[in-house]
């Protein structure tokens, strides 16, 4: 399982979309093309994937990732891949040492309204499921 937040999230991209083996990938605030320049090649067949960034990210959402996350969903598939959209207009909002925190956002990113899980919860859902697929 590789997982990466921002930058970190186009290294666990790269990672789980080129190395043998990968149990999946959690990318958070980026996600890069299947195609383009950029690319890393085609999603590898039977890797999940969650994509995680709010509506209105002036990196994930206005500089085209949702878009390359939008695309990769739809072209691996709602079986293994997911897209979870947030409201809000931060980058990097789970970071307290950092001006771009939203603690709000961050509380609702782990808890959800009412406790119910979101983000956090979903991750660990997925984490969950590949380890217990790899027998561990």
Do not use: K
């Amino acid at each position: 399982m590789y997982a990466g937040i921002s930058f970190g999230a186009g290294v666990a991209q790269r990672l789980a979309q080129t190395r043998p083996g990968a149990g999946g990938a959690l990318l958070y605030e980026s996600c890069i093309p299947l195609t383009g320049d950029w690319a890393f090649g085609p999603w590898p067949d039977g890797v999940p994937v969650q994509i995680h960034g709010m509506d209105q990210d002036p990196f994930f959402a206005l500089e085209g990732d949702i878009d390359a996350a939008r695309d990769l969903v739809e072209t691996v598939g709602p079986e293994l891949a997911e897209l979870f959209v947030y409201p809000g207009d931060r980058h990097l909002f789970v970071d307290s040492s950092l001006p771009s925190y939203d603690a709000d956002a961050t509380a609702r990113w782990f808890s959800g309204p009412g406790g119910c899980s979101t983000g956090w919860g979903e991750s660990r859902e997925l984490l969950s499921m590949t380890l217990q697929g790899r027998g561990n």
